[in-house]
């Protein structure tokens, strides 16, 4: 069982904005602007698209933008497309550890 | 542009050891932290340690013990030795940059490892 918890699966049509969470703990996520998140296609390799709580990676299109509350991050994605259609991970570092999100399934209807 | 490519066996039987080399092509490897993380199939990944070249290291708990991680600037390799492999250690590993231990970028293609049952 992952220390950070993610919904197993989201959904939404395209044009529409989805969140994505990710729920830790005060000793965690509560204390660190260490959280990343990560795309991943099927049969590719996971790729940055949020570091820092809220910062876009390089070539990041601004519809992907991360926030911070309390003992949970967010990853949300407005407009959405079908290229958007992927796995999607959490992470926290920082400290002596690099924790995972157990993943969320994103199925553009 | 950094790139890393992970190299070795495929295919590592049970009680034996794996190793894993990666390496990276397009800038230094001295001034930052190197990654190993895993997806067991159908899976999420896994984080399994990471190494900086003034010698520290970091390993998942769950794997302390059975890894250890080294590196050579030289020839801009971090190594991955895992043993006493089983089953439920067959993923795909993955090395990443680990810059300021902070985010994972870039990451290298992964290299399947399959230990049978």
């Known amino acids: 069982q992952s220390a950070l918890t993610q919904p197993a699966s989201v959904s939404g049509s395209p044009g529409q904005s989805i969140t994505i969470s990710c729920t830790g703990t005060?000793?965690?996520?509560?204390?660190?602007?260490?959280v990343s998140w990560y795309q991943q296609h099927p049969g590719k390799v996971p790729k940055l698209i949020i570091y820092?709580?809220?910062q876009r990676a390089s070539g990041v299109f601004d519809r992907f933008s991360g926030s911070k509350s309390g003992t949970t991050a967010s990853l949300t994605i407005s407009g959405l497309q079908a290229e958007d259609e992927a796995d999607y991970y959490c992470?926290?570092?920082?400290?002596?550890?690099?924790?995972f999100g157990g993943g969320t399934k994103l199925t553009v209807l | 542009q950094m790139q890393l490519q992970e190299s070795g066996p495929g295919l590592v039987n049970p009680s034996e050891t794996l190793s894993l080399t990666c390496t990276v092509s397009?800038?230094?490897?001295?001034?930052?932290?190197w990654a190993w993380i895993r997806q067991p199939p159908g899976k999420g990944l896994e984080w399994i340690g990471y190494?900086?070249?003034?010698?520290?290291?970091r390993f998942n708990p769950s794997l302390q013990g059975r890894v250890a991680l080294s590196m050579s600037s030289s020839k801009s390799q971090i190594f991955l030795r895992l043993r006493s492999v089983t089953a439920a250690d067959t993923a795909i590993y993955h090395c990443?940059?680990?810059?300021?231990?902070?985010?994972?970028?870039?990451w290298g293609q992964g290299i399947q490892v399959t230990v049978p049952s």
């Open positions: 990443a940059r680990f810059p300021y231990a902070d985010w994972l970028d870039p």
């Open positions: 397009g800038g230094p490897i001295a001034t930052y932290y």
């Open positions: 190494i900086h070249d003034s010698g520290t290291t």
């Open positions: 005060s000793s965690d996520i509560g204390s660190s602007n260490f």
């Open positions: 820092e709580v809220i």
């Open positions: 992470c926290l570092s920082g400290g002596t550890r690099i924790l």
